[in-house]
């Protein structure tokens, strides 16, 4: 007869136990009558039009399965980007096919490396996996190809890279990236995590399209919640080598994307004039933003995504700033859990928001004791 005392329970496997769930930014404020929300780095332009069209048709279908494969818009993004369809796996949001990477690659006794404010889920999937995170340092908060390399041993089983990074909005060109494929060894899986590829314009930057397309160990992934607007509907895809996809393909649910993403995101793709309106706002507002701010007497760190990062001269003060902007319903995003205490991140927005954003900063270092600058 089995015996049960009370004090039984089901225990997660070591390691689950050692991860810190992931923290999303603040969406509102208690004390505002009209909510600006600057800390997820969302589109402030919304979905295509087209998009949303096409997800509003999908409510004749609800009661039928999605297509597994997601064959059509493989097809769309293969089109879109001239890629092989057969290689690209789909995935709801660019996090699931992450920790599908970490869950297919890592196990109990092998090590995954992410830098030293790379995006917090790589620490989470690679513990999930059994695995044992690896911090590899940066150089003026941005990626260091030579940091990573020494990080490097016969554990590594997979290294994940945020190019551009999110919070910090640096990146690599892509020589540097080249050069880190080039040294790793053939096993080890290099992800390059390029959710906000579309907003850099740069001459020197590639998400990663050429390493995908040639190398046996590279994978590229992509979102729809960024440029495309459609992070609500949790939408992502990767470009791999042929084992790697087979390997995905493998454990991924069988019906993983539903079929009013997978329409939305075949319509957002099409939709090339609200792409280039969105990619011309953010280098409008980008740049304005970068100045204003850097006027007042505040510290930014060049970005080439759509938002940017604020160094305030200390923890103390980045958290009164914070309650001050919030309490004007200006929500940003705190980054202590990035290493970054004595900073905020800031979405871009609409022109009205990035606006009253600047005034709320000044207000601030007004009663602060006057600007910096």
Same mark, same amino acid.
Request: aromatic share 8%.
């Given at each position: 007869?089995?015996?049960? %005392?009370?004090?039984?329970?089901?225990?997660?496997?070591? !390691?689950?136990?050692?991860?810190?769930?992931?923290?999303? !930014?603040?969406? !509102?404020?208690?004390?505002?009558?009209? *909510?600006?929300? @600057?800390?997820?780095?969302?589109?402030?332009?919304?979905?295509?039009?087209?998009? &949303?069209?096409?997800? &509003?048709?999908?409510?004749?279908?609800?009661?039928?399965?999605?297509?597994?494969?997601?064959?059509? @818009?493989?097809?769309?993004?293969?089109?879109?980007?001239?890629?092989?369809?057969?290689?690209?796996?789909?995935?709801?949001?660019?996090?699931?096919?992450?920790?599908?990477?970490?869950?297919?690659?890592?196990?109990? +006794?092998?090590? +995954?490396?992410?830098?030293?404010?790379?995006?917090?889920?790589?620490?989470?999937?690679?513990?999930?996996?059994?695995?044992?995170?690896?911090? $590899?340092?940066?150089?003026?908060?941005?990626? %260091?190809?030579?940091?990573?390399?020494?990080?490097?041993?016969?554990?590594?089983?997979?290294? =994940?890279?945020? #190019?551009? #990074? #999110?919070?910090?909005?640096?990146?690599?060109?892509?020589?540097?990236?080249?050069?880190?494929?080039?040294?790793?060894?053939?096993?080890?899986?290099?992800?390059?995590?390029?959710?906000? $590829?579309?907003?850099?314009?740069?001459? %020197?930057?590639?998400?990663?399209?050429?390493?995908?397309?040639?190398?046996?160990?590279?994978?590229?992934?992509?979102?729809?919640?960024?440029?495309?607007?459609?992070?609500?509907?949790?939408?992502?895809?990767?470009? $791999?080598?042929?084992?790697?996809?087979?390997?995905?393909?493998?454990?991924?649910?069988? =019906?993983?994307?539903?079929?009013? $993403?997978?329409?939305?995101?075949?319509?957002?793709? &099409?939709?090339?004039?609200? *792409?280039?309106?969105? *990619?011309?706002?953010?280098?409008?507002?980008?740049?304005?933003?970068?100045?204003?701010?850097?006027?007042?007497?505040?510290?930014?760190?060049?970005?080439?995504?759509? =938002? @940017?990062?604020?160094?305030?001269?200390?923890?103390?003060?980045?958290?009164?700033?914070?309650?001050?902007?919030?309490?004007?319903?200006?929500?940003?995003?705190?980054?202590?859990?990035?290493?970054?205490? &004595?900073?905020?991140?800031?979405?871009?927005?609409?022109?009205?928001?990035?606006?009253?954003?600047?005034?709320?900063?000044?207000?601030?270092?007004?009663?602060?004791?006057?600007?910096?600058?």
């Amino acid at each position: 007869m089995n015996s049960f %005392d009370g004090r039984e329970r089901p225990r997660p496997r070591t !390691g689950v136990l050692a991860i810190d769930p992931y923290r999303p !930014g603040k969406s !509102g404020s208690t004390s505002a009558s009209r *909510i600006y929300k @600057l800390s997820s780095n969302e589109t402030p332009l919304g979905a295509s039009p087209r998009a &949303q069209a096409a997800f &509003q048709k999908v409510a004749e279908r609800l009661a039928l399965y999605p297509d597994g494969g997601a064959a059509a @818009l493989r097809e769309a993004i293969g089109a879109r980007y001239g890629l092989d369809p057969a290689r690209i796996v789909c995935g709801a949001g660019s996090d699931e096919l992450i920790s599908f990477l970490a869950h297919a690659f890592v196990g109990p +006794g092998d090590e +995954g490396i992410s830098t030293r404010h790379g995006f917090s889920i790589y620490r989470i999937v690679i513990l999930a996996a059994g695995g044992t995170p690896v911090v $590899a340092d940066e150089t003026n908060l941005t990626a %260091d190809v030579d940091a990573i390399l020494a990080k490097v041993t016969e554990k590594t089983k997979i290294i =994940f890279l945020a #190019n551009p #990074n #999110n919070p910090t909005g640096t990146y690599l060109p892509f020589g540097e990236i080249k050069r880190l494929a080039a040294a790793l060894p053939p096993h080890i899986v290099l992800v390059l995590d390029a959710a906000y $590829a579309e907003y850099v314009t740069r001459n %020197d930057y590639s998400p990663g399209f050429e390493l995908a397309l040639t190398s046996e160990n590279v994978v590229m992934t992509r979102t729809f919640s960024k440029i495309y607007g459609l992070a609500g509907l949790r939408l992502g895809w990767c470009y $791999a080598p042929a084992a790697i996809c087979d390997a995905l393909n493998r454990i991924r649910g069988p =019906f993983n994307i539903s079929t009013g $993403a997978m329409e939305a995101g075949i319509a957002a793709l &099409q939709d090339i004039e609200h *792409i280039d309106t969105s *990619i011309a706002h953010n280098e409008t507002w980008l740049a304005w933003l970068t100045q204003e701010i850097t006027r007042l007497g505040i510290e930014v760190t060049p970005s080439v995504g759509n =938002f @940017l990062l604020m160094h305030f001269k200390d923890s103390a003060e980045a958290r009164a700033a914070d309650a001050f902007l919030t309490q004007r319903g200006l929500i940003l995003r705190a980054v202590d859990v990035y290493e970054l205490p &004595q900073c905020l991140r800031l979405s871009v927005g609409t022109e009205e928001a990035n606006r009253l954003v600047v005034a709320a900063l000044a207000e601030f270092l007004k009663s602060e004791g006057g600007p910096r600058g």
